[in-house]
């Protein structure tokens, strides 16, 4: 009796670990999933700038990007003007 209890149990055991490996094989295959979207994601963002691979170094180096701040104080100074009217 004691024999076919150790048993079961060990057959549950087995069943179980082979579910955690099945899980653990699609744990994997989700988050490898999901960092191909976002990276996909990103690729596209970085795309609808049309930026060139040197302005985009000096964005991400964090330094001016040429021709970018001539945009940006258009912006802001038609900001200030919508705010005066």
Request: aromatic content about 2%; overall charge negative.
């Amino acid at each position: 009796m004691a024999k076919n209890k150790i048993q079961r149990i060990d057959q549950e055991i087995a069943k179980v670990r082979e579910k955690i490996a099945e899980y653990q094989d699609k744990l994997k295959t989700l988050e490898a999933q999901k960092t191909e979207a976002e990276n996909l994601e990103i690729v596209q963002m970085v795309r609808a700038l049309r930026m060139t691979p040197a302005q985009l170094n000096a964005m991400l180096s964090g330094s001016a990007v040429p021709g970018m701040a001539a945009a940006s104080a258009d912006y802001t100074e038609q900001e200030e003007i919508s705010h005066e009217e």
